[in-house]
């Protein structure tokens, strides 16, 4: 099994930065993808990041292009995004997910973290 556990989220002003980490533990090695999900109130779960693990290559939704970059430290074992000139809109539950392949679909992920509060205040 695989353990994803997120940090970082909170309360900020719209214009503002925040960046999330997400902590893997367990058996990491078959995960060879990882992504950020969010969900707002009366929303779906949507895609806003991916990368591949190994290789290093990102993909993002069309919403967060140049405001948002994931990145990974492999000696840490941990996924950041970093979130600059956020939007209310942004406002979610943001989840890290796991998985063997970046896809911008929930169902293309098997491990997922317990999700961490943003919000954005206009």
């Known amino acids: 099994q695989v353990q994803l556990v997120e940090f970082g989220g909170g309360l900020v002003q719209a214009g503002g930065s925040l960046r999330l980490s997400c902590a893997a533990s367990?058996?990491?090695?078959?995960?060879?993808?990882r992504g950020w999900f969010r969900q707002a109130p009366g929303k779906e779960r949507e895609f806003v990041a991916g990368?591949?693990?190994?290789?290093?290559?990102?993909q993002y939704a069309d919403s967060v292009k140049g405001r948002f970059t994931i990145s990974r430290d492999n000696a840490k074992n941990t996924m950041y995004l970093q979130m600059n000139s956020l939007k209310p809109e942004d406002t979610a539950v943001y989840y890290c997910a796991g998985g063997e392949r970046v896809g911008d679909s929930p169902a293309s992920y098997k491990y997922w973290g317990q999700g961490t509060q943003v919000t954005v205040s206009s």
């Open positions: 367990g058996r990491t090695f078959s995960v060879y993808a």
């Open positions: 990368i591949v693990w190994s290789g290093g290559s990102t």
